[in-house]
Each structure stands twice: as C-alpha cells, then as structure tokens.
C-alpha cells in the first residue's frame, strides 16, 4: 500500500514551453503533497507544500508564478512548470503521507526534465 | 531552524561487511521522527528505517540498524552483510511530530558495495 505514482517520468521540450507534472496518491488520500527539486548527486530541495482545497506553500527562493502548484483533490497534486528554460532542467519528486502522524513519506518515481 | 548533517559524502564498503552511515541533526523539538531513505540509480526514494524519538529502543530492520542517541542529536545507520544491492545514495530525513509533515533532509551518503 501507500502507493505514489508521479508522471512523466521523462520530459524533454523546448525552451518556452509549459510543463505540467502530475502527482497521484493510488491507495490513499493526501490531503497534503509535497514538491521537491533535486540536482544531480545534490540532497532534495522542498519547493512547495501541496494543500488540498488551498493554495500551495512556496519555500523562500521559489517563484509561485514559475512554479504553478493545484492541488484539485486528495489523490492529486500538479506542479507545472511555466515558461520553461534549460535552468529549470532538473529533477523533480512528489511525495505524501497518508496523515499527519508517524506515517513516513511516500515518495513519487520522480520527473526528469530536461529543457532544450 | 532544522538542519540535518551527513558529514561523509562518500562510503564504500567490501560486500558482506558492514557500513555505519552517520547523521546528526539539529532541532530544539522534543518530539521529533527521524527516517533514512536510500535512493538507487533509478531515482527512486526508498524507506530504509524508521524512529520515533520518544522511543528509547534503536530500530531495526533485518541488515539495517540504528544507533539513536538523542542527548547527542544523533542517527546513524549501520548496514550490516552489505550487498550490492545496497549501493545508493542515502539521505537521513527529520520531521517534527506535530507541526505538519515537513522533512528535512541532510546532503546525502554516496554508498558504494565493492564486490
């Protein structure tokens, strides 16, 4: 159980175009989500925190506007990425919890996107 | 403010031998839980273990082990009969009990198995 499916998992587009990254709890629901940036052999760097019913919660340094974050029900969260250029080429993870206790994140397969 | 500190970036370690991957951490939380993930090639973030810091009992899960000493803000992972299967990144997380389900993850061990 606990199963977190995220998709693509491989993009590649160019330079100007909008991405949109879906994350999926399948056997739960997550009435919040969270949104990582991770840069080759570098830690995971939280973007944003996911609401469901509410506006995201953007860390410091994150353009909102770049990074347009919907969270339209307890099984889905999407991140997409607005305009993008080759510095936004990362690699990107979603992750949930199916509660606010001792439940562990659940991480998504990741994105991997590469602008041209 | 959270932080969370894994001071060996890289780790190697003869195949069925065993590994202690070290993490401190910096709270001023009493209740608090602590995980270890580990991330293969393919990306994907994989639980490894567990610890509620209430719990004075290190965990373990079959080769995966923990030393837990929360005077010293400390979480190591000790991996014993490594396999190559075990050669990932490994990134210790933090996550304080009630204020959400923010984690805080340290820079992350490079573990490689030589067979």
């Known amino acids: 159980g606990a199963v977190v499916s995220q998709h693509p998992s491989w993009v590649i587009c160019k330079s100007g175009t909008s991405v949109k990254i879906e994350c999926r709890s399948l056997?739960?629901?997550?009435?919040?989500m969270f949104w990582y940036r991770q840069f080759p052999k570098q830690s995971l760097m939280l973007m944003a925190t996911?609401?469901?019913?509410?506006?995201?919660?953007?860390e410091q340094g994150v353009e909102k506007d770049k990074f347009l974050i919907n969270h339209a029900s307890l099984t889905l969260s999407t991140l997409t990425v607005t305009s993008a250029h080759p510095e936004d080429s990362s690699f990107y993870i979603c992750?949930?919890?199916?509660?606010?206790?001792?439940?562990?994140?659940?991480f998504g397969d990741g994105t991997r996107l590469s602008i041209l | 403010a959270q932080t969370v500190t894994q001071s060996q970036p890289e780790m190697s370690v003869q195949e069925a031998e065993t590994v202690t991957l070290s993490c401190t951490y910096d709270t001023s939380e009493s209740d608090y839980y602590l995980f270890w993930y580990k991330q293969p090639p393919s990306r994907q973030m994989i639980l490894v273990i567990r610890q509620e810091a209430y719990k004075q009992q290190n965990a373990t899960e079959n080769r995966f082990s923990v030393n837990f000493q929360k005077a010293a803000k400390s979480f190591s992972l000790k991996i014993s009969d490594s396999q190559l299967g075990d050669a990932a990144m490994y990134f210790c997380?933090?996550?304080?009990?009630?204020?959400?389900?923010?984690?805080?993850f340290g820079t992350g061990t490079s573990l490689t198995v030589i067979p």
């Open positions: 992750s949930a919890s199916k509660d606010a206790t001792n439940q562990p994140q659940h």
């Open positions: 056997d739960f629901q997550a009435t919040t």
């Open positions: 997380a933090y996550r304080i009990t009630f204020t959400g389900n923010q984690f805080y």
């Open positions: 996911s609401n469901e019913g509410s506006k995201a919660t953007y």
